[in-house]
């Protein structure tokens, strides 16, 4: 059986025996989720870069005060981890570094608040802490999942960046542009950006969505479900692409934490453009969300092979 297929039977028999045990719970204004990002669920046999990413969301909507023009607001508080690998250099002497990007683990924990505004618009404030090297409990949660699956020792982590702490504001903008009538077709544009300790940038994209859909402020796409009233017909599912252009300015899990000179870290330099394409599915009910995205990115540092792509899986129970 494929790495593949045992991972896919994994996540979906963790969670969907939660659904069924707690299914009939009333539907309200909370919920749950889980989501997996694993270049295996590319099916082409990959594994580097961002090689795995695990988080899970507990969100709560609040209900609106008053007639002031912000219609409902939703806090999302987040705990998750992410690896990343490099390939092996075969002449490293020339270049004194052994893998074509950092091996780093980033363990984090963020609280978000999401407000709903008149005109389709939607912003959000993040703030994030951070950690990466050995504290980050990459190299232990690679080798356990190796060892699972029954894949290859996962080497090459005593060249790994060193511990660092650090925090992050981040700010996203999304403003819906166009919906026809039918509600089968939308387009709109986003603006992000971070600036901290571990990430800093900035990015625009354009999401494009298709199916059968619900504007901005009551649509999984931004959380905004949550704030709607259970109904006859809460189904909703579409599919995305969402071009994006992105300006890196610091990445501590490629060039180590701020201010802390890693010698490894100073072996790499980061491509200041990124050029992003996200291409997914998502359905929903009154209970679950689930769906599944492939992102692919251009290259993120000068001296990597191949450019950064992977895919990713969620799940979310609405109670």
Do not use: C
């Amino acid at each position: 059986m494929s790495v593949a297929l045992r991972s896919l039977l994994l996540l979906y028999g963790v969670i969907f025996p939660f659904f069924l045990v707690f299914g009939q719970v009333r539907l309200r204004n909370q919920e749950v989720s889980l989501q997996n990002d694993n270049d295996v669920y590319l099916l082409i046999g990959q594994d580097r870069y961002y090689t795995n990413g695990i988080n899970v969301n507990y969100r709560i909507a609040l209900p609106p005060r008053g007639a002031s023009e912000i219609s409902n607001t939703v806090l999302d508080f987040e705990v998750g981890q992410r690896i990343y690998n490099g390939i092996s250099i075969i002449d490293y002497r020339r270049q004194n570094k052994k893998y074509d990007r950092p091996f780093a683990g980033y363990l984090y924990l963020s609280a978000s608040g999401t407000r709903f505004l008149k005109a389709d618009q939607v912003i959000e404030l993040k703030v994030e802490l951070g950690q990466i090297g050995s504290r980050s409990y990459g190299e232990g949660a690679q080798k356990f999942i190796h060892h699972l699956f029954g894949m290859y020792e996962a080497t090459g982590w005593d060249t790994a960046l060193r511990n660092a702490f650090g925090v992050d504001l981040q700010a996203k903008y999304l403003k819906g542009i166009y919906r026809d009538q039918a509600g089968a077709f939308d387009l709109g544009i986003m603006g992000r950006g971070a600036l901290g300790m571990n990430n800093t940038n900035m990015e625009v994209g354009i999401p494009i969505r298709a199916g059968k859909l619900k504007s901005y402020h009551a649509s999984t796409f931004t959380h905004g479900h949550l704030t709607e009233a259970r109904s006859n017909d809460d189904k909703e599912w579409y599919f995305v692409y969402q071009p994006s252009l992105a300006r890196i300015f610091y990445n501590s899990t490629i060039q180590g934490g701020l201010g802390q000179d890693d010698p490894i870290g100073e072996l790499y330099q980061i491509e200041p453009w990124m050029l992003s394409h996200r291409i997914g599915f998502s359905w929903s009910n009154h209970k679950v969300n689930y769906g599944i995205n492939y992102i692919f990115n251009s290259k993120e540092l000068k001296s990597v092979f191949h450019r950064h792509q992977y895919g990713q899986l969620f799940f979310a129970y609405r109670f």
